[in-house]
């Protein structure tokens, strides 16, 4: 009888649509072909064929890096949208914390300076002593 793995994590599994493609895969392998079979065309009568396949090649590797880099379940166009915002727009904080242990440490202060105030005070006058 044949075996058949069954992942662990059915959430990781993709539908496949063709030549065991994901509809994403192909929509980027279609994007490249089309930005990069022109391309060559166009180019190897004037550069030369290896050269316009080099540059056939390096148009379409962004597409194939867009069709297949995935990291933690998240594709390239995402992770790059969420690191452009980290980086380049302005880091505004919706709300600012207070320190609460700065308010009781100047609050601690104020008292020990009005503590040595009354006992500077009380150490300058002295109690008057009745009945000699």
Known sequence: MPFVPVPKDLTKVK?????NLTKRQLICFSCAAIVGVPT???TRTTIGGSAAAIVMIALMLPFFFLAMYERDG???EVLLRNFLRAKLWPRVRPYKTENLYKYLQEEGKTIAKQGKAT???AVGKRPAVKGK
């Open 74 to 76: 998240r594709p390239a």
């Open 119 to 121: 006992a500077k005070a």
């Open 40 to 42: 060559y065309l166009v």
């Open 15 to 19: 539908t496949k649509v063709v030549l």
